[in-house]
């Protein structure tokens, strides 16, 4: 699979992408006999266990530095104009590759969250992998720690959505290991998009339109899901 040169090539190169990403970490796409769809079967025998590996040794360092991710993430990111968004991409593929580490055969997870077309955006974006890690934590913490815990947990996403762009590799680093280590689902597709956003909305609340720490709290907090969808098409076509 190699990039596809078009304009505004960050953003249409998005899906491809991680279609990619989760070509190394083991899926191909089939269609079924029955319906004619395409479809995604997941084969351990087809992990591409050393580019998982050479790109979670790059973890949290600059595109200029990260010499082993190179070789995998070059490709999609050498047309780009905005060094921001080679750095989202550099940010996701090395983090995707930790999260399969993490997550062991779980076929289910393993998979981006974007393929479930059943939920919105927004109900799938990373302030709703919270919402479901904020449920799971309720239901399985004892009594005497659950307030505790939620209590971290919201504090941690909310250090994540006011990160400013230098400080999210770390912080989303930490946010990724926690969903893993509880196997809730994640949107790559639509994380990528909302990183390479991330730059017009350095505050939450500023500027017109829903800034994707906007868009997160309100999935996380189950607040206000009207307006999230009638902007999200937009959105997703920048």
């Not at 393993?110 to 239901?139: C, I, P, T, V």
């Not at 500027?207 to 999200?232: A, D, H, T, Y």
Request: glycine letters at 2%.
């Amino acid at each position: 699979m190699t990039a596809v040169k078009t304009e505004k090539n960050s953003y249409k190169n998005a899906r491809p992408f991680i279609e990619y990403l989760e070509h190394k970490a083991g899926f191909r796409s089939k269609k079924d006999e029955d319906d004619g769809f395409e479809k995604l079967e997941f084969d351990e025998r087809k992990i591409d266990r050393a580019a998982l590996s050479d790109l979670r040794k790059d973890l949290g360092k600059p595109p200029n530095k990260a010499i082993f991710a190179m070789k995998y993430l070059a490709q999609w990111t050498r047309d780009f104009n905005d060094p921001w968004d080679t750095e989202c991409y550099y940010c996701v593929g090395t983090l995707f590759a930790l999260y399969q580490q993490k997550i062991g055969k779980k076929e289910s997870l393993r998979k981006s969250w974007h393929h479930d077309e059943n939920l919105k955006f927004y109900q799938r974006n990373f302030g709703a992998s919270f919402h479901k890690l904020e449920r799971k934590m309720r239901e399985e913490s004892s009594a005497e720690n659950k307030k505790e815990k939620l209590k971290t947990l919201e504090q941690r996403f909310t250090t994540v959505i006011r990160s400013k762009r230098a400080e999210l590799p770390v912080r989303l680093r930490h946010a990724i290991l926690i969903l893993a280590s509880y196997e809730i689902q994640i949107d790559w597709l639509k994380l990528l998009l909302d990183l390479m956003r991330w730059k017009y909305y350095e505050s939450p609340f500023v500027k017109k339109g829903i800034s994707p720490q906007r868009s997160w709290s309100q999935s996380f907090w189950k607040v206000s899901e009207e307006n999230l969808e009638e902007k999200e098409n937009m959105e997703e076509t920048q």
